[in-house]
């Protein structure tokens, strides 16, 4: 083995981040009374843990890094709670997760420039501009959105509304009106109304289409000042949870979009995998597992851990051979060569469900987060 060159390949390992093992880590004294092929061993795992630990590190900071984020979001794990709308969509994210579980296993995704996936965004409700206000009223709802998004690339609008029992069965009329400024007169117009059918002391969750309307207010931001949202029933009671009441935490108005994004496909995994326990010294993958709550990102919704894995072992000159530009360099300048590294040959993405900087819920695609493939190189 040439446990020094393994310790050398380490800092050309880019997911792994800028460090690099000394010299005095890599070449250890060998114990009295231990054969050479023990302390080579031992020097294996000693390498083996550095680069998990580099690899964690890394991935913590790729987090942020390809979030575009300077530093993490300050949500608690208890403001979390507080802020997940109790609504159908988001449970049938995380219902996604519970049953493919947090580990990636044997199935992971790849680029594939043939079919679109998308994202999933989640605004929640926050109280109107003073300007479009009659002593106060209404206190809901306004929808911010980012000049991110764009109005080509939005595949549905939902926006979701959540009714309070009615004591008698009854229909009720779920209606969205258009706030403008009431300096200018016409303070509501109507864009959208619901007729539906409720049995009594039976609360639900509500949608309505609101693509239309949003793509106005995307091509025309000036134009967005809000919607009253009202639930009138036969008596002309307001269902709707629009200003939350002491028990109605995570019921709140919020509009769910979905995105037109980079696309993504299924397939197996494929190349040489090896445990911590394999005796095997060639390069291999290894397992490691990313617990997000160990980084204190409890702003990550879900997944909670995701199974990142890591590359490890000897390369030797004549593995090269598939690699005729990196053998040739070696040939013209053996001394100055570090020589082929074990590295990840091939990367896959992981789709996390996370809070922003805004408190919104964003679904969407952190791309090379799972080392899928190990080579030399």
Request: proline share 6%; charged share 25%.
């Amino acid at each position: 083995m040439h446990l020094s060159r393994i310790a050398q390949c380490l800092s050309l390992l880019a997911v792994l981040g800028p460090v690099v093992l000394s010299e005095q880590e890599t070449q250890q004294q060998q114990p009295s009374g231990t054969s050479p092929t023990d302390t080579e061993q031992c020097l294996t795992c000693e390498v083996r843990q550095h680069i998990r630990t580099m690899r964690l590190n890394a991935i913590k900071s790729q987090i942020l890094s390809k979030l575009r984020m300077t530093e993490a979001p300050n949500i608690s794990r208890d403001v979390v709670q507080q802020l997940l709308p109790k609504a159908p969509p988001l449970q049938q994210l995380l219902d996604q997760y519970d049953v493919l579980g947090d580990d990636n296993r044997d199935l992971v995704m790849e680029e594939d420039d043939e079919h679109a996936t998308t994202e999933t965004l989640m605004m929640k409700a926050t109280e109107p501009d003073s300007v479009v206000q009659v002593d106060g009223e209404p206190r809901c709802c306004l929808f911010s959105f980012t000049q991110k998004l764009q109005a080509n690339r939005i595949v549905r609008a939902q926006l979701w509304v959540h009714m309070r029992p009615a004591g008698e069965a009854t229909t009720v009329f779920l209606q969205i009106s258009r706030l403008m400024p009431a300096t200018e007169g016409r303070r509501h117009i109507r864009i959208r109304s619901l007729k539906i059918d409720v049995n009594a002391g039976v609360s639900s969750w509500q949608s309505i289409d609101v693509k239309q309307v949003l793509g106005v207010w995307l091509r025309q931001p000036e134009t967005n000042w809000g919607v009253e949202i009202n639930a009138f029933d036969s008596r002309g009671n307001d269902l709707a949870v629009t200003s939350v009441e002491p028990g109605e935490e995570g019921l709140q108005p919020f509009i769910e979009v979905k995105i037109s994004e980079g696309p993504k496909r299924a397939r197996r995994n494929s190349g040489m995998d090896c445990d911590e326990n394999s005796p095997d010294t060639r390069c291999c993958r290894y397992p490691l597992t990313v617990n997000f709550e160990d980084f204190g990102f409890h702003w990550i919704i879900a997944p909670k851990r995701y199974r990142a894995n890591y590359c490890s072992g000897e390369c030797e000159y004549m593995q090269l051979q598939k690699y005729p530009h990196t053998h040739l360099v070696i040939k013209a300048n053996p001394r100055g060569s570090v020589g082929p590294c074990c590295s990840p040959t091939k990367m896959s993405a992981i789709n996390m469900l996370y809070f922003n900087h805004e408190e919104q819920i964003i679904y969407g695609t952190i791309p090379n987060m799972v080392v899928d493939r190990c080579g030399c190189s």
